[in-house]
């Protein structure tokens, strides 16, 4: 009852940020939302993921222990870089860091920092973690993609590019 604070553990500057990363990926292939994950594929300080999700479609997240980084470099492929549909997707990322947002839909800036770039491959999407919060920013990446693919997209006049980028089938209602 004295005036003794309790400090939080400190966490291990050996943690394994790809291994943190698989566990949560693996997580999601045993629950059924990513059909498989390949095996990570290690190259200097990144290691790269391959999972299949979204109708049958390869997605690579990337994470990259220099920069601190999880992203998924292609997470929509060609989209122009100065396209009104790149300022949509701009302003759909932005929301979730937004204080209006319900805090477990949006990104807490003392854990990681959303960032979307326009790459010739197309629209990047990433997270630069803090305080070593991998686990944290995982989760957050895949749940922000999953609504650009199942709000961002259904919801915008992007049936065009649903189907001629992605390789939807036209007739298919896809939600």
């Keep these: 009852m004295g005036g003794t604070r309790r400090r939080p553990p400190r966490r ?43 109708h049958g479609r390869s997605f690579r997240l990337i994470v990259d222990r220099t920069a601190r980084t999880v992203s998924f470099p292609a997470v929509l492929p060609a989209i122009p870089a100065r396209s009104p549909m790149l300022g949509e ?59 650009i693919y199942m709000v961002f997209l259904p919801d915008g006049p992007y049936q065009e590019y649903r189907v001629e980028k992605l390789g939807l089938d036209p007739d298919t209602i896809w939600t």
Excluded: M
């Design 12 to 54: 291990s500057s050996r943690v394994n940020p790809a291994g943190v990363v698989e566990t949560v990926l693996r997580g999601y292939v045993d629950r059924g939302v990513f059909r498989s994950l390949g095996a990570p594929a290690p190259r200097g300080a990144q290691t790269a993921f391959t999972l299949v999700w979204h």
């Design 89 to 147: 997707l701009r302003r759909f990322t932005r929301q979730f860091t937004s204080a209006g947002l319900p805090p477990h839909r949006r990104v807490d800036p003392a854990k990681g920092r959303l960032r979307l770039t326009s790459r010739p491959a197309g629209a990047s999407l990433s997270l630069t973690v803090v305080r070593g919060e991998w686990e944290y920013c995982t989760r957050r990446l895949v749940h922000i993609a999953h609504e």
